[in-house]
């Protein structure tokens, strides 16, 4: 079956930019995941949704950034007023419930010129 | 808080030669580890998992790991390198009592090239 799979896998924005980054999780899973990963480090945990809300996003850097998953099942990371700082590669991962294996997409590489 | 080190930052091997990637983790009670790669322009893949039982796992590709507590291990290792084995290593810790999800805590990665 399909994958997670994220768009677009490269975006290139100008600083001050407003960004939105799409995940679309394995059919049926329902906890979501999105981690950041700049260059040279391992991914980073940003948030977690559990269905429709998010149970911790505790990892999101500043308020800059939001994400929302409003049926469940898509889910898209915002960043408003980008920064050159904010330039990394952006992981969504999928699993069929919290306390299963995650399965991750390709990513979305964000450069902010 | 968990942590995860991997102290090599990039490893270069023969083609055939055997490989070991080192792994460090901090964590009070028994981890739930897990070793995945990452090659170019791909997402992460999952290699091998340790939860509880035997300190030596099999997983993908002919890889294994072993965890050693004393250590605060858990090694990859695999007995002939390919080619394609080339890509980005993570070590991963997951803490099962401090929150209620799989928190996936990464280290910061080994890149291993592959001479022929």
């Known amino acids: 079956g399909a994958g997670v799979s994220q768009t677009p896998s490269n975006k290139v924005t100008e600083k001050g930019k407003y960004v939105e980054l799409r995940c679309d999780p394995i059919?049926?899973?329902?906890?979501l995941y999105w981690y950041r990963q700049s260059l040279g480090q391992g991914p980073e945990f940003l948030i977690y949704?559990?269905?429709?809300?998010?149970?911790?996003d505790s990892g999101l850097p500043n308020d800059r950034f939001f994400a929302v998953r409003p049926e469940g099942s898509v889910s898209t990371l915002k960043i408003q007023r980008t920064e050159r700082g904010d330039s990394a590669m952006y992981l969504c991962?999928?699993?069929?419930?919290?306390?299963?294996?995650?399965?991750f997409g390709p990513g979305t590489r964000l450069t902010v010129l | 808080a968990q942590s995860v080190t991997q102290p090599d930052i990039h490893i270069t091997v023969s083609e055939g030669a055997s490989l070991e990637l080192r792994c460090n983790y901090s964590?009070?009670?028994?981890?739930?580890l897990f070793w995945y790669v990452q090659s170019p322009g791909q997402g992460l893949q999952l290699l091998l998992k340790?939860?509880?039982?035997?300190?030596l796992v099999q997983g993908i590709k002919g890889f294994e790991a072993e965890f050693k507590r004393s250590q605060s291990s858990f090694n990859l290792r695999k007995p002939s390198v390919h080619w394609s084995d080339a890509a980005e290593y993570f070590c991963?810790?997951?803490?099962?009592?401090?929150?209620?999800?799989?928190?996936?805590?990464f280290g910061p990665g080994t890149s291993l090239s592959v001479i022929p």
């Open positions: 991963a810790v997951v803490s099962k009592e401090e929150t209620s999800y799989d928190k996936v805590i």
């Open positions: 949704f559990q269905g429709t809300g998010a149970a911790d």
């Open positions: 991962a999928s699993s069929l419930d919290p306390n299963n294996e995650q399965f």
């Open positions: 059919s049926g899973h329902t906890a």
């Open positions: 964590y009070g009670a028994t981890p739930y």
């Open positions: 340790y939860f509880s039982g035997d300190t």
